[in-house]
T-cell receptor, first 111, second 117 residues
Framework: SQQGEEDPQALSIQEGENATMNCSYK?????LQWYRQNSGRGLVHLIL?????REKHSGRLRVTLDTSKKSSSLLITASRAADTASYFC???????????FGTGTRLQVTL | GAVVSQHPSRVICKSGTSVKIECRSL??????MFWYRQFPKQSLMLMAT?????????EQGVEKDKFLINHASLTLSTLTVTSAHPEDSSFYIC?????????????FGNGTRLTVT
């Protein structure tokens, strides 16, 4: 399987804390993307980082990419209860179309 | 607002019947759509790539006669689960890209939860 892996599988934090999720993948990539999924819903795109980028920010999100280690991390700062969701990384494996999703991290943010 | 609409959101059917799921791109044309399957608390597994006007491309291990895909127009792809069995119960999600730069993000429908009794 070319599916990436994420850790932790589940993460529970209190509101205001930071949440860090890690993703490892197996193939070369053009870019890596992070998606969020609320329970029982479709996925929503959060951020894309290209293979020649090392770090990217978007609001409270910070993504890093280390292509030598084939890994990426997603940091959510000052978490909110509304951030409770599953988060997936996705890689394109160098092709133009197909995305392969990681195993996901279930984040629970409590008040 | 939503750019990909998926219908129905939930369906319960009896074993042996067929179920059709629709995926529509709103306000844009999608020559390619993607169908994923997701088991509880697991990741998305790509089932097939739906190509407008031509045959779908199925991933290894996915039965094309079991999961029929039709992409007859630039805004509609359908997935039909034929002769459904309880093991077909799952969450099915479609996605598409708005035409633009290569590797632009996917936009997902809200998924269809299929329960086969």
């Amino acid at each position: 399987s070319q599916q990436g892996e994420e850790d932790p599988q589940a993460l529970s934090i209190q509101e205001g804390e930071n949440a860090t999720m890690n993703c490892s993948y197996k193939t070369s990539i053009n870019n890596l993307q992070w998606y969020r999924q609320n329970s029982g819903r479709g996925l929503v795109h959060l951020i894309l980082i290209r293979s020649n980028e090392r770090e990217k920010h978007s609001g409270r999100l910070r993504v890093t990419l280390d292509t030598s280690k084939k890994s990426s991390s997603l940091l959510i700062t000052a978490s909110r209860a509304a951030d409770t969701a599953s988060y997936f990384c996705a890689t394109d494996g160098g092709t133009a179309s197909k995305l392969t999703f990681g195993t996901g991290t279930r984040l629970q943010v409590t008040l | 607002g939503a750019v990909v609409s998926q219908h129905p959101s939930r369906v319960i059917c009896k074993s042996g019947t067929s179920v059709k799921i629709e995926c529509r791109s709103l306000d844009f044309q999608a020559t390619t759509m993607f169908w994923y399957r997701q088991f509880p608390k697991q990741s998305l597994m790509l089932m097939a790539t739906s190509n407008e006007g031509s045959k779908a491309t199925y991933e290894q291990g996915v039965e094309k006669d079991k999961f029929l895909i039709n992409h007859a127009s630039l805004t509609l792809s359908t997935l039909t689960v034929t002769s459904a069995h309880p093991e077909d119960s799952s969450f099915y999600i479609c996605s598409a890209r708005i035409p633009g730069p290569k590797n632009s993000p996917l936009h997902f429908g809200n998924g269809t939860r299929l329960t086969v009794t």
